[in-house]
């Protein structure tokens, strides 16, 4: 998606060979105009999946998870990584292993939110080594709801998250997919290789 890559270009910064920053319209502020559009993207790449629910975790998943079910006219669930005080029967969840923590945490859903018949899209802002993913989509299958594919802000190709999935046989659809970061350059997989 070109707006989100020039986007990621002007504001993004990488920290690291591997961290990249964009605090500035995704992971603090947000651009609404961008997550508007980053929506329409992930609608018409899962128009015709039939989507009932769509799936993501706190906090930075929600606001292109929101423009998407916004467009699609479905409900939006976010897992959530503290037990709320007010959601405390009936949790379905599933642990997420940070390797830039290591730590395990549990991320959860509550199973009012979702049935069986529900055909899910699962949406997160960074795609690393996958594990938020994996998490969420252990919790969609706990119920034996259908997870008819990922759709991600940002993918770090150069990390093993979206060959794990994609090699697990799910549809990833990444809006913007980052080759390196190496020497603070910010370099994408090529156009033809998206
Ligand atoms: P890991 O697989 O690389 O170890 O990542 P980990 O699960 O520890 O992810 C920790 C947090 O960092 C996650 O957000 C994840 O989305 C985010 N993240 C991973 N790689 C990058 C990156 O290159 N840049 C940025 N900006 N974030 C990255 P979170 O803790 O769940 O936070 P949030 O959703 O509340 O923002
Ligand atoms: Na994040
Ligand atoms: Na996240």
């Known amino acids: 998606m070109e707006k989100l890559q020039n986007k990621i270009r002007e504001e993004g910064v990488a920290l690291s060979d591997s961290v990249l920053k964009v605090d500035k319209f995704l992971n603090h502020q947000i651009d609404p105009q961008l997550m508007h559009e980053m929506g329409k993207e992930f609608a018409s790449k899962f128009e015709k999946e039939g989507i009932t629910k769509i799936v993501t975790l706190e906090s930075s998943g ?83 709801a259908t997870v008819a594919g990922v759709g991600i802000v940002i993918e770090k190709a150069f990390q093993d998250g979206g060959a794990v999935l994609r090699t697990k046989g799910y549809r990833v659809e990444s809006l913007a997919r980052i080759q390196s970061l190496s020497d603070k350059k910010i370099e994408f997989v090529k156009e033809k290789e998206q």
């Open 62 to 144: 929600i606001a292109p998870a929101v423009m998407t079910g916004l467009i699609l006219n479905v409900p939006v669930i976010f897992a959530r990584k503290k037990k709320s005080l007010t959601l405390t029967e009936g949790l379905i969840t599933s642990k997420v292993y940070s390797y830039t923590k290591q730590e395990t945490n549990e991320v959860s859903v509550s199973n009012k939110f979702l049935s069986k018949e529900d055909n899910v899209l699962i949406i997160d802002d960074f795609l690393a080594n996958g594990q938020a993913a994996l998490a969420l989509i252990d919790i969609v299958e706990k119920i034996e």
